[in-house]
């Protein structure tokens, strides 16, 4: 379960959110393993080890586990496997709960989500049988967590249901506000506002009795922006103003700051700019002291937003300016962490592979020793044997059977390893191969939208006063194009990346695949009427199929994207969905300009070279087909193509009925 984390200023951030959000234990615990420094609550905790032992042991060596996961993941897995195998020898059911859950925590941030569901069924299963109410709660909101972070909300929703019903029975005021929030948060994100604000107001009301002022600022601010939403502006200045106040309390300048912020935002919505201005001025001086450049991004967003609408158009382009620059210098902190982090995953697969290697040429070394012992054994034998006469030659006979007999497995189990070791060796120049395929492509189709986007908007913001506003609309349409294009492939390399490493995980439902491939083409419209394609869809009026939503309708877009890229002006798509020898078939037809054969052979391969302009010179690197074809597999379903130069192309895949 040794895992190796290569990047751990990512990772501690991520740790940070699923901190604030999870309601993995008690809140109080938390907080104060913060206060003190984790290596050295580590080496204090450490010395108690030989000191204690039974259940204590295990409470303790959990504790460990928790201090070291803000130091290293692989000693915080090391130490919760320890727990688990000592809860299990002694019959400690709660203890072997805790360690299961602590296990599914690590395994969370290591995007292992099928084993992450296992650790924390498995936990819950504990619990539920010792109907322990307050560990019930703990697992089922991790379970709901992990459901949202999946977008499947459905899912999600029934298990933060669940373990609010647990929570309520305990009677813990601070397990249930937390996941009252999580609730709050999850209906927000579905577009229910009116249930979010329910269940954030149930959680004020317990906030307010407990008087947890963080919290209390946190969760008005929440409020408030729920009610922004609604574009009830009042209610939501009411709430912010109460963030506000409790932030005051603390002197909490960050949250002060981003009351200020929302609060100017509300007043600018509400056409208040007078008001609006004095809150943004005061969240700005904020957020500049504590070097807070997201908040200061966004105000530089709200001052634009402000001299425009004041008629101070000099400034609201120097705003717009900084708030661009500064947007384009957070984004690209953001893309270049991503790409550390899968060139970690690349790292760390192999290096697995390196350690695969070691294993087994020391299992050949041990196997090659242990003959060598047998032939010693035999030539020892057969002396004793020649001074024993016929008794003795009769016992030679019978050992040098069993030895041959011995040599001939040992010698079939040698050609079986031998066998998988040029299949590793074969296996790894695939990777190698794959690997060099896949920075190829990173290189190659990143350039071209960073170009566009830093060319026009150098452009843009050198010349801004000497373009015509023809030009500069045509510029920012070019810019936007670009970004577009470079969020279709980081969001196409990142999913490639999950199916090539097993972190992406196939987890099949029933829907209905005619409703979501509307979806699709409605998402994909108006881009296919700036080229005036028109797309067409002959499909039944509902196809319920059990397969991963998530999964088909990245298939479904791409291969959408892909025939509105390479049909020219005028041209047309058709897409036709039926039942077939018990399987669906789906097919998006184009009278775009073909593929030419030697280039279809290539088309699903990470190892060809099939990089091409579209018909209106928009670049790509077959990532996108590569990718539908790594997806279809995981369903159990398969895809291919059939086209003609100049007469068009139809692409298809075929999925078992259920």
């Given at each position: 379960?040794?895992?190796?984390?290569?990047?751990?200023?990512?990772?501690?951030?991520?740790?940070y959110?699923?901190?604030i959000?999870?309601?993995?234990?008690?809140?109080s615990?938390?907080?104060?393993?913060?206060?003190?420094?984790?290596?050295?609550?580590?080496?204090?905790?450490?010395?108690?080890?030989?000191?204690?032992?039974?259940?204590?042991?295990?409470?303790?060596?959990?504790?460990?586990?928790?201090?070291?996961?803000?130091?290293?993941?692989?000693?915080?897995?090391?130490?919760?496997?320890?727990?688990?195998?000592?809860?299990?020898?002694?019959?400690?059911?709660?203890?072997k709960?805790?360690?299961?859950n602590?296990?599914?925590?690590?395994?969370?941030?290591?995007?292992?989500?099928?084993?992450?569901?296992?650790?924390?069924?498995?936990?819950?299963?504990?619990?539920?049988?010792?109907?322990?109410?307050?560990?019930?709660?703990?697992?089922?909101?991790?379970?709901?967590?992990?459901?949202?972070?999946?977008?499947?909300?459905?899912s999600?929703?029934?298990?933060?249901?669940?373990?609010?019903?647990?929570?309520?029975?305990?009677?813990?005021?601070?397990?249930?506000?937390?996941?009252?929030?999580?609730?709050?948060?999850?209906?927000?994100?579905?577009?229910?506002?009116?249930?979010?604000?329910?269940?954030?107001?149930?959680?004020?009301?317990?906030?307010?009795?407990?008087?947890?002022?963080?919290?209390?600022?946190?969760?008005?601010?929440?409020?408030?922006?729920?009610?922004?939403?609604?574009?009830?502006?009042?209610?939501?200045?009411?709430?912010?103003?109460?963030?506000?106040?409790?932030?005051?309390?603390?002197?909490?300048?960050?949250?002060?700051?981003?009351?200020?912020?929302?609060?100017?935002?509300?007043?600018?919505?509400?056409?208040?700019?007078?008001?609006?201005?004095?809150?943004?001025?005061?969240?700005?001086?904020?957020?500049?002291?504590?070097?807070?450049?997201?908040?200061?991004r966004?105000?530089?967003?709200?001052?634009?937003?402000?001299?425009?609408?004041?008629?101070?158009?000099?400034k609201?382009?120097?705003?717009?300016?900084?708030?661009?620059?500064?947007?384009?210098?957070?984004?690209?902190?953001?893309?270049?962490d991503?790409?550390?982090?899968?060139?970690?995953?690349?790292?760390?697969?192999?290096?697995?592979?390196?350690?695969?290697?070691?294993?087994?040429?020391?299992?050949?070394?041990?196997?090659?020793?242990?003959?060598?012992?047998?032939?010693?054994?035999?030539?020892?034998?057969?002396?004793?044997?020649?001074?024993?006469?016929i008794?003795?030659?009769?016992?030679?006979f019978?050992?040098?059977?069993?030895?041959?007999?011995?040599l001939?497995?040992?010698?079939?189990?040698l050609?079986?390893?031998?066998?998988?070791?040029?299949?590793?060796?074969?296996?790894?120049?695939?990777?190698?191969?794959?690997?060099?395929?896949?920075?190829?492509?990173?290189?190659?189709?990143?350039?071209?939208?960073?170009?566009?986007?830093?060319?026009?908007?150098?452009?843009?913001?050198?010349?801004?006063?000497?373009?015509?506003?023809?030009?500069?609309?045509?510029?920012?349409?070019?810019?936007?194009?670009?970004?577009?294009?470079?969020?279709?492939?980081?969001?196409?390399?990142?999913?490639?990346?999950?199916?090539?490493?097993?972190?992406?995980?196939?987890?099949?439902?029933?829907?209905?695949?005619?409703?979501?491939?509307?979806?699709?083409?409605?998402?994909?419209?108006?881009?296919?009427?700036?080229?005036?394609?028109?797309?067409?869809?002959?499909?039944?009026?509902?196809?319920?199929?059990?397969?991963d939503?998530?999964?088909?309708?990245?298939?479904?877009?791409?291969?959408?994207?892909?025939?509105i890229?390479?049909?020219?002006?005028?041209?047309?798509?058709?897409?036709?969905?039926?039942?077939?020898?018990?399987?669906?078939?789906?097919?998006?037809?184009?009278?775009?300009?073909?593929?030419?054969?030697?280039?279809?052979?290539?088309?699903?391969?990470?190892?060809?070279?099939?990089?091409?302009?579209?018909?209106?010179?928009?670049?790509?690197?077959?990532?996108?087909?590569?990718?539908?074809?790594?997806?279809?597999?995981?369903?159990?379903?398969?895809?291919?193509?059939?086209?003609?130069?100049?007469?068009?192309?139809?692409?298809?895949?075929?999925?078992?009925?259920?």
């Open positions: 379960m040794r895992v190796l984390i290569k990047n751990r200023g990512f990772i501690k951030i991520v740790r959110a699923f901190v959000t999870c309601s993995l234990c008690f809140i615990p938390l907080l104060s393993s913060q206060s003190e420094h984790p290596d050295t609550k580590t080496d204090s905790l450490l010395k108690l080890i030989p000191t204690v032992s039974g259940r204590g042991k295990v409470d303790l060596l959990l504790e460990i586990s928790q201090s070291r996961w803000f130091i290293s993941f692989e000693e915080s897995m090391d130490y919760a496997t320890r727990a688990y195998q000592l809860a299990t020898e002694i019959n400690y059911p709660e203890g709960a805790d360690a299961l602590r296990i599914g925590n690590v395994h969370y941030f290591l995007r292992n989500h099928s084993t992450v569901i296992d650790n924390y069924i498995l936990a819950l299963e504990i619990a539920d049988s010792l109907n322990d109410y307050r560990r019930m709660g703990v697992y089922l909101n991790n379970i709901g967590l992990l459901y949202r972070e999946l977008k499947q909300y459905d999600s929703a029934v298990y933060l249901l669940r373990a609010l019903r647990a929570k309520e029975k305990y009677g813990d005021n601070e397990l249930i506000s937390s996941t009252l929030n999580n609730l709050g948060h999850l209906y927000r994100d579905k577009g229910r506002y009116n249930l979010s604000l329910e269940y954030f107001v149930r959680q004020l009301d317990i906030l307010e009795e407990i008087r947890e002022l963080r919290n209390l600022s946190i969760v008005h601010r929440q409020t408030g922006e729920v009610f922004h939403r609604q574009k009830r502006y009042n209610e939501a200045v009411k709430h912010f103003q109460s963030s506000l106040n409790y932030a005051s309390e603390m002197s909490d300048s960050f949250l002060i700051a981003l009351a200020h912020h929302l609060t100017g935002k509300s007043m600018l919505a509400m056409d208040d700019p007078e008001h609006a201005i004095e809150r943004i001025n005061k969240s700005m001086d904020l957020a500049v002291s504590i070097s807070s450049k997201p908040l200061i966004n105000n530089y967003n709200l001052l634009y937003l402000y001299h425009k609408k004041t008629g101070s158009h000099k609201a382009y120097d705003y717009l300016v900084r708030y661009s620059s500064l947007k384009d210098s957070l984004r690209n902190q953001h893309i270049t991503q790409i550390k982090q899968l060139e970690g995953i690349f790292e760390t697969g192999k290096q697995n592979s390196r350690i695969e290697l070691l294993q087994k040429e020391n299992l050949i070394q041990d196997m090659q020793l242990n003959r060598q012992e047998n032939i010693k054994i035999s030539l020892i034998a057969l002396l004793i044997m020649l001074l024993l006469f008794m003795i030659i009769a016992y030679r019978r050992t040098n059977q069993k030895t041959n007999s011995l001939k497995i040992k010698i079939a189990e050609e079986k390893t031998n066998n998988k070791l040029r299949l590793s060796s074969v296996a790894l120049q695939q990777l190698n191969a794959t690997k060099n395929r896949f920075f190829s492509i990173i290189a190659h189709d990143l350039k071209n939208p960073f170009n566009a986007l830093l060319g026009f908007s150098e452009m843009i913001a050198s010349k801004f006063h000497e373009l015509k506003e023809e030009e500069v609309r045509e510029y920012i349409s070019i810019v936007h194009q670009s970004s577009q294009n470079l969020h279709k492939l980081l969001e196409n390399l990142l999913k490639w990346s999950a199916a090539q490493t097993g972190t992406m995980h196939y987890l099949p439902e029933q829907f209905d695949l005619i409703s979501l491939i509307h979806s699709e083409i409605s998402f994909y419209r108006l881009s296919a009427q700036r080229k005036q394609i028109s797309i067409s869809a002959e499909l039944p009026d509902e196809m319920i199929v059990n397969s939503k998530l999964i088909l309708s990245s298939v479904i877009r791409n291969l959408i994207d892909n025939a890229k390479f049909t020219p002006k005028g041209g047309s798509i058709d897409i036709t969905a039926n039942n077939k020898n018990g399987e669906v078939i789906v097919k998006v037809s184009d009278t775009g300009i073909g593929i030419p054969d030697e280039m279809q052979k290539k088309l699903f391969n990470i190892d060809g070279d099939i990089c091409r302009k579209g018909t209106n010179n928009e670049d790509g690197g077959g990532l996108g087909l590569i990718l539908c074809k790594e997806l279809i597999e995981k369903t159990g379903g398969r895809i291919s193509l059939e086209s003609e130069t100049g007469r068009g192309s139809t692409f298809w895949f075929a999925l078992p009925r259920r």
